[in-house]
């Protein structure tokens, strides 16, 4: 069944605490949709909770829990199946950032941001698909990508390896869950101003760097706000959309990737020389 409607629908959505996930989580609520929530950060989950509460929204269970770890998302899933009965709403929203060229990047970098943004999503889908299916009442899936799980971005390689995998989930899932009428959005981020943008781990390099600063300042300046992501990704949802884009550049990015490969090409080697100028 498509979700026409948030209003008294069921929705998971982790990464609830902070950027897209927490603006997605409050336009939700605006919407009348029962949330379930969850995020790493205890102390700005309860800080969301409460703000949702206190206008009106109705959050039914949250509970902070790191996703990378199965047995805590199988119990957090236990719990809710428990209390609520299966969900209609899955939104993986939760993710971190970790880039650095391939001489840089060390084995524990690669496998912490496989863990958290690829893994994390899968043991959500794992826990919660099943039940959907069999209540039989549809739903709808919505995994955050990013515009690096669409293009060769420079130094991006282990979180472009989480991402393009997230992608490829994503594909398989919106065919093998049509027969169940579960619905799939791929949302591909392009600059979004989040707490992300702060916290990204850049290996080798010194973020304190002024080049390094300069870069973030001018990433921030063509940055959307998070609320135009999470407007972007219920718009998706209701439209029962597969491609999300949250602004124009990634969309018309795509549409160039595919129509014109050679000039990509020429374009995507400019882009990784302009990085490597502006950070080493």
């Keep these: 069944m498509r979700i026409t409607s948030l209003k008294n629908k069921k929705c998971l959505i982790t990464g609830a605490a902070s950027g897209i996930g927490r603006a997605t989580a409050i336009a939700a609520a605006q919407e009348g949709a029962e949330l379930f929530l969850t995020d790493l950060m205890q102390d700005k989950l309860i800080e969301v909770v409460a703000e949702i509460r206190s206008a009106g929204g109705q959050v039914s269970f949250f509970q902070a829990l790191d996703i990378a770890d199965i047995e805590s998302v ?3 899933a236990d719990t809710i199946h428990n209390q609520s009965g299966s969900l209609d709403v899955l939104m993986n929203i939760a993710g971190i950032s970790v880039w650095g060229s391939i001489d840089q990047l060390q084995h524990q970098h690669w496998r912490k941001v496989i863990e958290v943004n690829l893994m994390g999503p899968i043991h959500i889908l794992e826990s919660f698909v099943p039940a959907m299916i069999k209540a039989g009442r549809g739903g709808h899936i919505v995994n955050v990508s990013s515009a ?3 293009f ?5 390689a282990a979180y472009s390896a989480s991402k393009f995998g997230l992608r490829g989930i994503s594909e398989v899932l919106r065919f093998d869950l049509r027969q169940h009428g579960i619905g799939v959005s791929l949302v591909c981020p392009g600059a979004v101003n989040t707490p992300l943008v702060g916290t990204v781990e850049i290996i080798g390099v010194d973020r304190n760097s002024p080049k390094v600063q300069a870069t973030v300042k001018h990433f921030q300046r063509h940055a959307i706000k998070p609320e135009q992501a999470a407007k972007a990704i219920l718009r998706g949802i209701k439209a029962n959309r597969y491609m999300v ?4 550049d990634i969309r018309i990015g795509y549409w160039f990737q595919r129509k014109f490969a050679l000039p990509y090409e020429w ?10 100028r502006r950070l080493k």
């Excluded at 374009?267 to 490597?276: I, T």
């Design 152 to 156: 060769g971005l420079p130094w991006h």
């Design 74 to 76: 199988r119990g957090f």
């Design 148 to 150: 690096a799980g669409l």
């Design 245 to 248: 884009f949250t602004s124009l």
């Design 267 to 276: 374009v995507m080697r400019l882009l990784n020389s302009e990085l490597q």
